[in-house]
């Protein structure tokens, strides 16, 4: 006798594992987990969105644009306080530059000064002292 199978028994079943976590049962009902499957959907489809949404005709968004606009006409955008180039520190900086572009070299920090070899004294006599006199003075108590 040959053993025949049913076509059912072929495919395999799908075993279902529960996995044991650590603490409180999750309630899948729970509006909380709810939530957090909804921005776990979100996420995976990439519609989920943080912080406040964009108000298009605020003034920020203005701004903004205005912005955006200058850098795309001028390739870029200036910050800050313009320099005065003929400033005493602009005029160095370009000197500084001008050398660096010859291939002069620019040294940095303070010149060097040739160390003094600092005088000997004699050594006194170990019979002489020296005396010295120490005045304390009163502090003078403040009045309240």
């Not at 650590?22 to 009902?29: H, L, M, V, W």
């Amino acid at each position: 006798m040959s053993k025949t199978k049913n076509s059912q028994s072929e495919t395999p079943t799908q075993v279902e594992t529960q996995e044991k976590s650590i603490g409180r049962k999750i309630d899948p009902t729970s509006k909380r987990q709810i939530e957090l499957a909804k921005k776990a959907e979100a996420k995976a489809n990439g519609t989920f969105k943080k912080g406040r949404p964009i108000i298009g005709t605020s003034k920020r968004q203005e701004t903004l644009a205005k912005r955006q606009s200058k850098i795309e006409a001028y390739g870029s955008l200036k910050k800050g306080r313009p320099s005065n180039e003929s400033s005493k520190r602009q005029i160095a900086l370009t000197a500084k530059a001008a050398k660096l572009a010859e291939g002069i070299e620019v040294k940095k920090g303070r010149p060097k000064v040739e160390k003094v070899e600092a005088v000997t004294a004699e050594p006194i006599a170990a019979e002489t002292t020296i005396e010295v006199i120490v005045e304390k003075t009163a502090k003078a108590k403040r009045k309240k």
